[in-house]
């Protein structure tokens, strides 16, 4: 037999790892997404089944292609179940190398076997070995438009997966506001500060929102109380400390490498006024509502009170701080 005669599994091996290559350095190509596909759904049953079955007359050239994607199918899996079960878990490059070394291997294997067998089957089909196949000749007129419209919703099937496959459809669009401690921590948080006494946290934003945002934050200064009698929030006093925005572009969630910061800042802040408190920071996306006038530059008597009610009640992106303000 002649290298020839392997050229099917050949090229299997050779593009499992043309993907490697192309996940490696072109992860955004076209390529990458088409062979992709195939690297899944169709490589890992075909090298199976040619390495179980060389022989010519164990199946015939539709059972092969119907069990190399129902084999695939099963495979894939399988080996993702197995993987879950390991240190490195189900992640693209474990799965990548883990299927790699199953086409490689049965690949080799079915050369091996191919080799070996007394009538290899090898694929070379024309259009009258496919007619062959499909019976033409002695079909009926209903079978053969049954055939030929099976064949084109196979066609069509396999084609809008390729597309749903290659353009997803974006994913869930939010936002990442949080707040860290001065080490840069979810914890140490300033909770007891003295009057006029500098206090540093770190406040963070990433846009996953799929276009570009401006941000504004407002950081508020609020003594209330809460009536779990009467389920109501009573706002005493409300005084605006400070108010910015920042413009980011979207930035795409990596759930393969680890999670890096978008935009962050330092924010240092101090309260002149004694007493236990809440720090709000409060985030609007493209607009920020406008504030009426505060009476005495406190805005508990105002509707800007809305603000922190919503915020309590989850409809505004917020963050919150209890401060105790104490003498010096």
Excluded: C
């Excluded at 693209?92 to 089957?121: C, E, M, Q």
């Excluded at 001065?182 to 914890?187: I, M």
Aim: aromatic share 14%.
């Amino acid at each position: 037999m002649k290298w020839k005669d392997y050229w099917d599994l050949i090229t299997i091996i050779a593009l499992s790892l043309l993907l490697d290559f192309l996940i490696a350095f072109f992860p955004d190509s076209l390529l990458r997404k088409a062979l992709g596909l195939a690297f899944v759904l169709f490589f890992p049953g075909y090298v199976f089944i040619t390495a179980l079955f060389p022989n010519r007359k164990e199946l015939d050239n539709l059972e092969r292609l119907a069990l190399s994607f129902g084999l695939s199918i099963a495979i894939v899996p399988l080996i993702g179940l197995g993987l879950n079960y390991t240190p490195w878990g189900i992640r693209l490059i474990p799965i990548l190398v883990s299927l790699t070394i199953f086409n490689l291997a049965f690949g080799v294997l079915a050369i091996y076997r191919r080799a070996k067998a007394i009538d290899p089957w090898i694929p070379r089909i024309d259009i009258e070995k496919l007619k062959e196949e499909l019976e033409w000749d002695k079909a009926s007129k209903l079978d053969k438009a049954l055939t030929v419209i099976l064949i084109v919703a196979i066609i069509s099937s396999i084609a809008t997966l390729g597309y749903v496959i290659t353009h997803p459809k974006p994913g869930e669009k939010f936002t990442e506001f949080y707040i860290l401690g001065p080490n840069g921590k979810a914890a140490d948080y300033p909770t007891e500060l003295f009057v006029g006494e500098n206090a540093t946290v770190i406040l963070g934003i990433a846009n996953h929102e799929y276009r570009n945002v401006t941000y504004y934050v407002e950081v508020w200064l609020v003594n209330l109380t809460y009536d779990f009698n009467t389920n109501t929030t009573h706002i005493y006093n409300m005084y605006l400390l400070d108010r910015f925005n920042v413009t980011l572009p979207h930035k795409p969630v990596n759930i393969e490498g680890n999670w890096t910061p978008q935009w962050e800042m330092n924010y240092t802040f101090s309260i002149d006024k004694l007493g236990k408190w809440q720090l709000w920071f409060l985030l609007f996306k493209d607009k920020e509502p406008p504030l009426p006038q505060p009476i005495n530059g406190d805005y508990a008597q105002t509707n800007a009170t809305q603000r922190i009610l919503d915020a309590i009640d989850g409809k505004i992106l917020s963050l919150k701080l209890n401060i105790e303000v104490k003498k010096i």
